[in-house]
């Protein structure tokens, strides 16, 4: 995540963060056993196989570590070998299916919803990939994130007997990956530049913006002739997707193990931690956000189990 910004920016991108955390709550409990017609029956065949037994927390924590590091080499080879092409069609199906989840959580009582979810998806899964609208990106970022965390949300109630010890330990795991590949490789950084330069395609809030000095620069009035030799930098302030989708993980598995209650309080912390990272930021720095982010939820859920 690169920040500081002009508070416009910041609470933009805090709004968009929090709302993208209330919609998964609500997605998840659409999805969850009791809360309407289909229950947990994903659509598209997310679904997981009911023959499955639970394992245990560390099990599974497992297998998902193994599942992560194979997406992250596929990736880097992917990126190697100049699959571009190949990459944009990953992302627009997973972006596909996840908008459609989440917009059948709100249509799922009536008739084929997950049919006219799916119609109203593809569209817009591929103005985000191939036309990249700034507008319909950050807007789709909104439901994509809600569906992916239903899968696993769902996943992880359903293959382990610990999902709440689960989560935990994944975001722990994750928040070490993030200052490590932030603050030592910098592959963070290098995965951001190749999505935003070469691939196209940027999996999180992404939001350009013109600092004081050109803003006062375009200000000034300019000779016709002059234009094309007037150049404009203009910074750009994102969010990674994994930011925004584990809290909605850890939420997600509260609401359903604890209560809604301590999950909103979760969510909240998440959003809170989100902006003390903002405030004590620096201009042109990269920073891990999963350490401070998880930090705010284990104080959050904390709080919550105390008070309520």
């Known amino acids: ?57 560390l099990d599974l924590v497992t297998s998902f570590a193994i599942a992560f590091a194979f997406v992250i080499v596929l990736m880097l080879i992917l990126a190697k070998y100049k699959a571009e092409t190949f990459l ?6 997973v972006v596909a299916l996840a908008i459609g989840i989440s917009l059948n959580s709100v249509l799922v009582y009536f008739p084929y919803s997950s049919l006219f979810s799916l119609i109203l998806a593809l569209p817009l899964a591929f103005f985000k990939i191939f036309k990249r609208n700034l507008l319909v990106h950050n807007l789709t970022e909104l439901l ?3 569906g992916i965390a239903a ?9 382990t007997d610990s999902p709440l010890t689960a ?4 975001l722990i795991l994750i928040s070490i990956y993030d200052m490590y590949a932030v603050w030592h490789t910098g ?6 530049t190749y ?7 940027f999996t999180g809030f992404f939001v350009p913006y013109i600092g004081k000095k050109e803003r006062k620069a375009l200000s000034k009035p300019v000779k016709t002739k002059d234009l094309s030799n007037k150049k404009i930098k203009v910074g750009v302030a994102i969010l990674g997707g994994g930011d925004v989708v584990f809290p909605i993980i850890l939420a997600g ?12 309080i979760v969510s909240l912390g998440a959003t809170l931690a989100l902006a003390t990272l903002f405030y004590l930021s620096e201009k042109g720095k990269f920073y891990p956000a999963m350490p401070f982010i998880t930090t705010g939820c284990f104080i959050a859920l904390g709080i919550s189990r105390f008070i309520l």
Not at 88 to 93: D, K, M, S
Not at 167 to 170: A, E, K, L, P, V
Not at 253 to 264: E, F, K, M, T
């Open 151 to 159: 899968i696993f949300v769902i996943m992880l109630i359903s293959w």
């Open 88 to 93: 944009r069609i990953w992302f627009f199906v």
């Open 1 to 57: 995540m690169n920040m500081k910004h002009t508070w416009t920016i910041t609470l933009l991108l805090l709004a968009m963060f929090l709302i993208t955390q209330l919609i998964g709550l609500f997605v998840i409990s659409q999805y969850s056993p009791g809360s309407g017609k289909q229950g947990y029956e994903l659509p598209y065949g997310m679904e997981p196989p009911k023959e499955v037994q639970p394992r245990s927390a």
């Open 195 to 201: 999505q935003i330069q070469t691939l196209k395609v």
């Open 253 to 264: 598995v509260v609401s359903l193990q604890v209560g809604l209650a301590s999950a909103l």
């Open 144 to 146: 994509i994130y809600p």
């Open 187 to 192: 592959f963070m950084q290098k995965m951001a």
């Open 167 to 170: 989560i935990i330990i994944i």
